[in-house]
């Protein structure tokens, strides 16, 4: 007997933007309201395993050809950059800066070096999480 | 209108603890799965009224993340119950 679960798939078609679109506003939030990197990373998890409930595992490895375990290591890379690159100025380690720029659409921003760090964090939880469902989930 | 919102609370509260009388004795497991639904939209309500009282919006966020996770949680639950299986390997088959 074959499944017909098209109401499924096209809520989740939808909603799945609706809740990355809401992971990036509280990435992105995370410096001055409640959210950051962490909360990010989750939600976005939750966006791709809404994907994995509404699809297969095969249609979404398709979909979102990533290694999710290099994932990881390139977050855990930013972050470590981050904190090591303020050696390179006579400062210690994990010292952060931020200054305000001029940027063409935003107008005055301030951009700070924890939002890099922020953006190591939000990987490595994507990235971590994701294995887990997908090595927990896969097997048959 | 303070009061208002008092008495708001307390309804929901007692909503809630009715529901929980579901989850705990529903006779099937669907019927404590449309329980604990009802009860994060329960919840949903609370925090939007505590967030009137403490006068801050920061709460706002929590709502929306409560009612995604709300959402996804009964969705595979509600796999679980018809499939067995929460995420299949392949479903063209």
Redesign the interface.
């Known amino acids: 007997m074959k ?1 017909n679960n098209v109401i ?1 798939q096209t809520t989740a078609k939808v ?1 799945f933007f609706i ?1 990355f679109l ?1 992971s990036i506003h ?1 990435f992105f ?1 995370g410096h001055f ?3 950051g990197g962490f ?1 990010g990373g989750l ?1 976005t998890t ?1 966006a791709i ?2 994907l ?8 979404v490895q398709a979909t979102l050809p990533f290694n999710f375990t290099v994932v990881i290591g390139i977050g855990l890379l930013l972050s470590l950059g981050t904190a090591a690159g303020s050696i390179l100025f006579n400062v210690p380690f994990f010292t952060h800066a931020f200054a305000h720029f001029d940027l063409p659409l935003f107008g005055d921003t301030e951009l700070h070096t924890a939002m890099i760090f922020d953006s190591g964090v939000y990987l490595v939880v994507v990235g971590a999480a994701i294995t887990i ?1 997908q090595s927990i ?2 097997d ?1 | 209108m303070n009061i208002f919102i008092w008495v708001c609370l307390i309804i929901i509260f007692l909503s809630m603890l009715g529901t929980l009388i579901r989850v705990f004795k529903g006779p099937s497991t669907p019927d404590r799965l449309i329980a604990l639904d009802g009860i994060g939209v329960m919840l949903i309500s609370i925090i939007a009224l505590l967030s009137i009282v403490f006068d801050t919006i ?1 709460f706002i ?2 709502i ?2 409560i009612a ?2 709300s ?2 949680g009964t ?2 639950f509600s ?1 679980f119950i ?2 067995g299986a ?7 088959r």
Not at chain 1, 52 to 59: C, N, P, Q, V, Y
Not at chain 2, 86 to 92: F, G, V
Request: hydrophobic share 55%; no cysteine.
């Open positions: 499944k499924l909603t809740i809401f509280i939030a309201a409640p959210g909360v939600l939750g395993v809404l994995l409930l509404a699809f297969d595992l095969e249609t469902i989930g896969g048959e | 920061f966020d929590v929306l993340l995604i996770m959402f996804i969705v595979s796999k018809e499939k929460i995420i299949d390997r392949d479903t063209r």
